[in-house]
């Protein structure tokens, strides 16, 4: 204590005013193993100005808060990017940070990425599903279909438009066999637009994992451009690099998806680099899959669904539905 007032002395003069004192865990790998220091809060005396100016307070750096400090280390430990954890620490009162209380952490969480939470109430008359491959758009496609049927007796049609993927239309085709839903195969633009026109479900389209510089995507393109009723879905694994995220994001912006689809959660350690990519980009989460079991692991995003998935908790029924 002596050294710190006599420190506070030595910067601020000898009149310096001790405003508080705390003992607080050191910094670093000393704070880990118990040792404390000494915080000392000290004003200094204000300079005599001459003349006819008014006297004005010098500026001071106000000192961090140690509890919400302590919610954004908790965060940042958890995956979470430090302008996301310290927007969450934000959100909560001085008492939720000293009194550290899950309970409260998950809700602002929930709280600041509800604008990211657009999971599907309502189908357009086409939901496209758009992607590089082997990120799981087939897959994903049959859950969606599945637990329709099951939940609502619903039937989807289902759309195989690629023509690429060794078994990607034969995968499809078994799926629609077990749920007794329609099912086209379009090969190319032609056959994908009169499988658009002949629809009388809402259909699930599956594309092939392909650059829309491609070709063939080019052509599905225009036909979906010309196409009434259509949202698109950009699929992605939870695992993708920042970096790669980014450079998805923009090979597939002449697609205009308008949704995100994480996949594959149970196959990451943390969703938080991707999921700040698709915040950057401000697209909204429509599922995520947490594994290769249909229909079951499949959900709606919402808010507290986010959460658990950034803070790698188990997704449940009140945390999805």
Same mark, same amino acid.
């Given at each position: 204590? &002596? ?47 001459? $003349? ?9 750096? &106000? ?10 280390? +908790?965060?940042?430990?958890? $995956? ?26 998950? +809700? ?16 357009? =008359? ?16 049959? =859950?969606?279909?599945?637990?329709? &049927?099951? +939940? ?32 086209? %195969? ?34 599905? %393109?225009?036909?979906? *451009? ?37 996949? +594959?959660? *149970?196959?990451?350690?943390? %969703? ?24 079951? *692991? ?24």
């Amino acid at each position: 204590m &002596r050294e710190a007032l006599s420190a506070a002395r030595e910067e601020l003069g000898p009149g310096a005013l001790v405003l508080s004192t705390e003992m607080v865990p050191a910094p670093g790998w000393r704070g880990w193993m118990g040792r404390r220091v000494v915080r000392l809060t000290a004003a200094g005396e204000q300079e005599a100005v001459s $003349g006819d100016r008014p006297l004005l307070p010098t500026p001071r750096q &106000r000192r961090p808060d140690p509890a919400r400090a302590g919610v954004v280390a +908790k965060l940042t430990a958890a $995956g979470l990017g430090s302008a996301l954890a310290e927007a969450v620490a934000a959100r909560l009162s001085n008492a939720e940070c000293r009194g550290g209380s899950d309970i409260a952490l998950r +809700k602002a969480l929930a709280d600041e990425l509800e604008s990211l939470a657009g999971g599907v109430a309502t189908y357009e =008359k086409f939901e496209v599903f758009v992607g590089p491959p082997g990120v799981g758009k087939t897959t994903t496609i049959a =859950k969606i279909a599945a637990q329709e &049927r099951a +939940k609502s007796g619903r039937t989807l049609a289902l759309v195989a438009a690629d023509a690429f993927r060794a078994g990607a239309i034969e995968q499809l085709r078994s799926y629609a066999a077990v749920l007794g839903a329609p099912f086209r %195969i379009a090969r190319n633009a032609a056959e994908l637009e009169q499988a658009l026109g002949a629809a009388r479900h809402t259909s699930l389209v599956d594309t092939a994992g392909r650059s829309p510089a491609d070709g063939h995507l080019s052509e599905v %393109i225009s036909v979906l *451009d010309r196409t009434r009723g259509v949202r698109t879905h950009l699929v992605l694994a939870a695992d993708t690099s920042a970096a790669t995220a980014r450079r998805i994001f923009d090979r597939y912006q002449q697609m205009r998806p308008s949704r995100v689809v994480i996949t +594959k959660l *149970d196959e990451s350690e943390s %969703i938080a680099p991707l999921l700040g990519v698709v915040r950057e980009r401000a697209l909204p989460v429509s599922f995520l899959g947490t594994g290769q079991r249909v229909p079951e *692991d499949l959900w709606r995003a919402t808010p507290a669904g986010l959460a658990a998935a950034l803070l790698r908790e188990p997704a449940t029924e009140d945390t999805c539905h």
